[in-house]
Nanobody
C-alpha cells in the first residue's frame, strides 16, 4: 500500500522560488523510487526529477540547475526545491512512486509516467510573468 500527498504549490512571480513536499507512505518497500512530474493544460505529463532510495538523482533538461529533488528518509518526505521559476513551469505537479527507478534514471534522465505505479493528487504551481 502506497499513499502520496503533495503540498507546497502556489502562485509566484517569474524568478521566484517554491518548495514542494510529498509525504510518502511506502509501507512494505525497502527500496523505492520517487519522482516529480508535471502537466500543463493541453500537454502531456512529463518527468521533472527522480530520486532513488540510494540518493541518486536525475532531472529533465528544462529544470537542470534550477530545481533540486531531495528526500528526508526519517520523515518519508521528498522535496522539490524550485528556483528561478519561469511562466513555462506553470503546471499541476505530481509526486509519483515505484518499487524501482526506470533504467533511464542511471543515465540522468527523469523517466516517464508509465515508469511509476503510484501517484498523488497533485499541487498547482502558477508562475506569472
Amino acid at each position: 500500500q502506497v499513499h502520496l500527498e503533495e503540498s507546497g504549490g502556489g502562485s509566484v512571480q517569474s524568478g521566484g522560488s517554491l518548495r514542494l513536499s510529498c509525504a510518502a507512505s511506502l509501507y512494505s518497500y525497502s527500496r523505492y523510487c520517487l519522482g516529480w512530474f508535471r502537466q500543463a493544460p493541453g500537454k502531456e505529463r512529463e518527468g521533472v526529477a527522480t530520486i532513488d532510495s540510494d540518493g541518486s538523482t536525475s532531472y529533465a533538461d528544462s529544470v537542470k540547475g534550477r530545481f533540486t529533488i531531495s528526500q528526508d528518509n526519517a520523515n518519508n518526505t521528498v522535496y522539490l526545491q524550485m528556483n528561478s521559476l519561469r511562466p513555462e513551469d506553470t503546471a499541476m505537479y505530481y509526486c509519483a512512486a515505484n518499487s524501482r527507478c526506470p533504467v533511464v534514471h542511471a543515465l540522468g534522465m527523469s523517466g516517464y509516467p508509465d515508469d511509476f505505479a503510484y501517484w498523488g493528487q497533485g499541487t498547482q504551481v502558477t508562475v506569472s510573468s
